[in-house]
């Protein structure tokens, strides 16, 4: 069998089986180090067996997953399943037996290429590392268990507990890995349950910028793509590290400066993707707010604004010229560390080279003051007239693969799919796509009433859930302090890495206290091992993506449709399938499923899923990618332009690849998908757009609608509101909707089709004024869209995007120095928020963390980031064998100067405290990649504890072949103001030798 | 005919390694044999560079001139391939080698080496053409099958060009003109004698 003289060995030691010394390490790199710290661990390994080179050379004869000659090959499309960019996957397919894999060269995303991850993808229909089979811990042993037997005592617990606590005492937690047939399920899982608790990776991601965003232009995504950036004059990068990030957007980022492009990285390292920029910054981690500031203070200063674009699309601007009037440059030095020359050339050059786009990503949204340093992105690309137009843009790369999907559609613990909130308004227009009773849907919930934020107090089903980045404060907050009845008792995870989550030691005590742990994944993950618990665990094997097909949306918003490559290894059931039964265990299969019908296997039909979600994504536009113009896009890929994403002839000609949204109407609309979002030089029918009109049509005597801006052919030629029936009629085009549109909108408004006349003209106006009220987002037809549409205009209105969101804590952005500041002398100055009682149904502390000063004790910076070869938690990429073998060690990055002020040299073994208490002893990386005073890890890394090694606890088989300390075990409290977004960018430590 | 090489244009590798992982990946290279890996130079600081280095497949290949048993031979393609069952594993070509690319599976102290194993182009062995047995010795044989290597094919931001020399050169060139900038042909004056 494959590999498993190696599996032994490398669970044995470090994991480290290196090959030689290599002429070519000339100077100490990152490799070079990996690789001599685990030579010595690793002997031990090599010296006791035959090399592990012979095993597979055995293997690749013998093996069942070699390519065999004379057998047919089938080939299978699928999309990667690491990062966002959306990367075409092609499968070669003997047998049932995945056993090639070839470039996409037909992809316009990825043009065949791949980062380490997707090329070595096959590991995932071949490797054995898998959770196989259900499984629970009992007395301290993995016990293997039945299907059924899981479902019924995982069942029967949840119903006592939801009998003695109500429903909100369950904690759910979905995924971005999920495909959006699966991320929907587990939002509309939980409804039927009852509660708002579960929550995914998003909020750990970009929920800052969701927030920040939308709350400025509308929509809370990445507006234009990565094919886009072609276009770009100026590439401005903070807190994104591409080149280990997003890889394959490289190509295209290359190809725009090849082009001319300049492009400026600001992080507080120098990254990979520095190494290729024209300039790089670097920031004190955290001060973000206060070097955009300080850059539009130059733009100010030198009239460089786009006055015209100003006047026209943007609100507020005028407060933020008072905000940064603050911020000279010899402040802005002062706290962000960056010289005046740096900041005016970074200026000047985003000035001189329009369009420009500016790219961020969880540089800039980890801080307790993320919506702040979005919004500031914002607002600077406002400043500079960069929205809306091709080549600019906030090009927002998201994290893991369906991260934007099951943002969008899935399981968020403050909104219903498609972000129509909690209200009861959203509730019942859901009730309506699912075709239940709103009454029985609320019957399921708890009947209480709870502080849903500054003493208001509201039902359940109204208060947002506990989010990912809190669950542990749910098992742990006492229950009179939360906005529900009781605390959270057990948690269901499924497809979640919980090393990504700061506070380590709370998080292993809020593990033990649970009354039961469950695990839906492929692999066990570090929630299986790193607690204490020796009962009440439950593994379910679950599919990985290329064990199903589904859908699932890129960064950019382009949807794919993903074909199954092999069936389920062993045991293994798909996310969709579990949820199902687990909804017929509870009793409310029939209604969840009512217009989904289940294939073999009890698998939900992922395209009737996708139906569904299209009949009721009406506010973003998910209404118009049915399955199947999805897979003509899958067959037609090459037919796409790799610049402007556009079909040009063959049977999609026209449309956008992947039908970026919002693609408007019903797919028989044929709207070809947005590109670019918010580019009034298209036609809305071409996918062109306005800003959203969200925020109301004035505020304190000043219109928010856009000023003489209009998207071309738009038959309003000024800014107007969000269309509703009322205002079509006012406009006279509520008789183009058509008699089936309007007995749907009728239906809506509670109107009997029967009581509506043949002719709309002569409907009685009481009639119609009780229709007034339904509009493009309830309007379950698609018929006020169509119709606003065929006359040029955006069916979300055409209003300015502001700068001042009054809603929020800081309408205007403004710095606050991070809970563990290193500069503690700018407290006073910039503090921050004080502690708030209920914020997502639990108090969260803010100035009674910052009271205290670390920073004597505890004097680096502390901040985490990626390694190319490893995603998220890391479980799933630690596990393959061909990218374990790149990165054997976790380890900190430290300065020399640090280094040597502790008598720490290279590769040495060390401890890093956290303020917190948390320890983790990692190896010292000696390198001026990071600045003194600021230390760096990888976060994707699990299996150990504070020292030890925990490989004992995996189930036999399932333990990664690398594993190491969770850098989250170290990091702090500090949560975002609006989105509880945890801040693990930036906070302190200490370094000591081990 | 065609004559085969690689180019890494150092301006565009960002180190990502799916070279290293699509040679893994297609040839079922056991765990410590790297066939290709990927070298950084100034790890950390401005002027950092990444090349991603295999066997160049050398014009006049240094391995081959040293090798006791004569086991390396040259395709019409310009591919240096090597018979695995010739080759006793003495290591003389590690050592003439300028890139670094022959790897051996065991690694004792005093053992034997094994055979050596290296770099095909993804153009398999002497056995017969994409049988089993030529992929159990050396590989997948791409070429074969009319394609290029994996390494190439996959790479991230296309920086890593496999093909024929004239064809990589050109597209090679075009960049150059694009960027205005010096060539970065790295190993190509060593490899084949002239740069591009």
Not at chain 1, 27 to 43: K, Y
Not at chain 1, 870 to 890: D, F, H, I, K, V
Not at chain 2, 151 to 173: F, N, P
Request: with cysteine.
């Amino acid at each position: 069998m494959k590999l498993i003289k190696k599996n032994a060995g490398a669970e044995k030691g470090s994991g480290s089986v290196s090959s030689f010394p290599s002429v070519f390490y000339t100077e100490m790199d990152r490799r070079t180090f990996l690789r001599r710290t685990g030579l010595t661990a690793g002997a031990a390994v090599v010296g006791s067996a035959m090399a592990p080179g012979m095993m597979r050379r055995a293997h690749a004869v013998e093996g069942t997953h070699a390519r065999k000659q004379g057998v047919p090959v089938e080939i299978r499309r699928s999309v990667c399943s690491h990062c966002s960019v959306g990367c075409g996957v092609v499968a070669e397919v003997q047998n049932g037996v995945w056993t090639g894999q070839e470039p996409d060269f037909d992809s316009p995303f990825n043009l065949g290429s791949h980062c380490a991850k997707g090329a070595s993808l096959r590991d995932h229909g071949i490797g054995e590392k898998r959770v196989k089979y259900p499984m629970k811990l009992e007395g301290g042993r993995w016990r293997r268990i039945s299907w059924d037997d899981a479902i019924t005592e995982i069942g029967d617990k949840f119903l006592q507990i939801r009998e003695e606590s109500g429903p909100d005492s369950i904690w759910w937690c979905g995924s971005s890995k999920a495909n959006n047939e699966g991320a929907y399920l587990q939002r509309k899982f939980v409804a039927f349950w009852g509660t708002n608790n579960i929550d995914h990776q998003a909020r750990i991601c970009h929920s800052t910028t969701v927030a920040g965003v939308a709350n400025t232009w509308g929509y809370g995504a990445m507006t234009n793509s990565f094919n886009d950036i072609h276009n770009a004059k100026c590439m401005f990068f903070i807190g994104s590290n591409a080149a280990e990030a997003h890889p394959v957007s490289m190509q295209h980022i290359l190809r725009a400066k090849e082009n001319g492009a300049k492009m400026i990285v600001v992080d507080p390292r120098f990254t990979r993707t520095a190494a290729h920029a024209d300039q790089h910054i670097s920031i004190r981690s955290g001060t973000d707010v206060p070097f955009i500031w300080g850059m539009l203070w130059h733009i100010f200063e030198n009239g460089w604004q786009d006055d015209e674009y100003i006047r026209q699309r943007v609100y507020g601007l005028n407060k933020v010229r008072e905000e940064v009037a603050r911020w000279t440059p010899d402040v802005v030095e002062d706290v962000t560390g960056v010289p005046e020359a740096q900041v005016r050339q970074a200026a000047q050059t985003m000035a001189e080279n329009r369009p420009g786009t500016i790219v961020w990503c969880m540089g800039g949204t980890q801080h307790h003051i993320g919506n702040n340093n979005t919004r500031a992105y914002c607002i600077l690309q406002l400043a500079l007239g960069n929205i809306g137009v091709s080549g600019g843009g906030a090009n927002i790369f998201r994290g893991h693969c369906n991260v934007q999907g099951a943002t969008d559609v899935g399981p968020n613990c403050h909104t219903l799919p498609a972000y129509y909130g909690l209200s009861e308004g959203a509730w019942r227009h859901w009730s309506r796509v699912w075709d239940v009773d709103f009454d029985y849907i609320k019957s399921r919930f708890d009947d209480g009433q709870y502080d849903a934020g500054g003493g208001k107090m509201s039902h359940p089903m109204h208060i947002p859930g506990i989010p990912v980045s809190r669950w542990i404060d749910g098992v742990l907050e006492d229950p009179a302090n939360q906005s529900q009845r009781d605390r959270t008792r057990a948690v269901f995870f499924q497809g979640h890495a919980v090393n990504s989550q700061s506070r380590g030691p709370d998080m292993k005590e809020a593990i033990e206290k649970l009354e039961m742990v469950v695990c839906s994944d492929p692999y066990p993950t570090h929630l299986a091992v790193m607690s204490e618990r020796t009962d009440g665990v439950y593994l379910l094997p679950t599919c990985t993506q290329f064990e199903q097909r589904g859908s699932i949306t890129a960064s950019n918003r382009s949807i794919q449709w993903r074909e199954k490559i092999v069936d389920p290894l062993f045991e293994s059931k798909t996310d969709s399938q579990i949820l199902y039964a687990f909804a017929q265990k509870f009793g409310f299969a029939d209604e969840m499923f009512k217009n989904i019908a289940i294939e073999e296997d009890g698998l939900p039909s992922p395209e009737d899923t996708l139906r569904e979600i299209n009949r009721g994504t009406w506010t973003i536009g998910y209404t118009g990618q049915s399955p199947e113009r999805l897979k003509l896009h899958l067959e037609n890929k090459h037919t796409f332009d790799t610049t402007t994403l556009r079909a040009v002839g063959g049977p999609c000609d026209g449309d956008y690849y992947g039908l970026p949204w919002p693609c408007w109407g019903t797919p028989e609309m044929k709207h070809p998908g947005t590109h670019v979002l918010y580019d009034p030089s298209q036609p809305v029918k071409d996918g062109g757009l306005t800003f959203r009109a969200r925020f109301g049509v004035e505020r304190e005597g000043e219109s928010l609608l856009a000023d003489g801006s209009y998207s071309v052919d738009s038959e309003l030629t000024d800014g107007y509101p969000e269309f509703t029936f009322g205002i079509l009629r006012q406009l006279g085009w509520h008789t183009d909707l058509s008699r089936e549109e309007l007995e749907v909108i009728a239906g809506v408004a509670g109107i009997n089709a029967s009581e509506l006349p043949s002719n709309i003209r002569t409907a009685s106006s009481e009639l119609l004024e009780r229709m007034d009220g339904i509009n493009w987002k309830t309007d379950l037809s698609g018929g006020i869209q169509r119709v606003a549409i065929d006359h040029g205009c955006a069916p979300f209105g055409n209003a300015k995007a502001r700068c001042e969101v009054w809603q929020f804590p800081d309408p205007i952005p403004v710095h606050r120095e991070p809970l563990y500041t290193p500069r503690y002398d700018l407290v006073a100055q910039y503090p921050t928020y004080d502690d708030v009682k209920a914020s997502y149904r639990l108090p969260t502390r803010y100035g009674s963390v910052q009271a205290e000063d670390y920073s004597k004790d505890f004097p680096l910076v502390f901040t985490s980031g990626r390694l190319v070869e490893y995603e998220g938690g890391g479980e799933e990429t630690r596990s393959n064998p061909w990218l374990a073998e790149l990165q054997q060690e976790m380890f900190v990055e430290i300065h020399p100067a640090d280094a040597n002020d502790r008598g720490i040299q290279d590769g040495q073994t060390v401890w890093l405290d956290g303020p917190e208490g948390g320890s983790i002893k990692i190896q010292a990386m000696v390198t001026e990649r990071v600045p003194r005073g600021t230390v760096w890890t990888p976060f994707h890394f699990g299996g150990h504890y504070q020292g030890e090694d925990l490989l004992d606890r995996y189930p036999e088989g399932t333990a990664p072949y690398v594993r190491g300390e969770a850098c989250n075990t170290a990091t702090t409290y500090g949560y975002d103001s609006v989105t509880q977004m945890q801040e693990t960018k930036t906070t302190l430590c200490q370094i000591r030798a081990a | 005919m065609a004559r085969m090489k690689f180019l890494c244009d150092a301006e565009r590798c960002i180190e990502c390694n799916a070279c290293v992982t699509a040679c893994k990946n297609e040839n079922e290279v056991p765990w410590g044999v790297n066939r290709r890996r990927v070298v950084t130079l100034n790890d950390g600081v401005p002027g950092e560079k990444s090349i991603s280095v295999a066997c160049m497949h050398c014009t006049d290949a240094p391995c081959a001139a040293v090798c006791p048993v004569d086991c390396f031979y040259t395709t019409d393609d310009g591919i240096v391939l090597h018979d695995k069952d010739l080759c006793i594993g003495c290591g003389y070509c590690f050592y003439a080698c300028p890139f670094g690319a022959p790897q051996y599976p065991q690694q004792e102290a005093f053992g034997v080496r094994g055979k050596m194993d290296k770099c095909t182009f993804c153009a398999g062995g002497p056995t017969e053409d994409l049988a089993d047995a030529e992929y159990a010795k050396y590989g997948a044989n791409r070429v074969a099958e009319g394609k290029l290597p994996a390494c190439a094919e996959m790479c991230s931001t296309k920086a890593l060009l496999a093909g024929d020399g004239d064809m990589v050169a050109d597209i090679y060139r075009e960049r150059i003109m694009r960027r205005s900038g010096r060539p970065q042909t790295w190993g190509w004056d060593k490899a084949y004698g002239g740069g591009v």
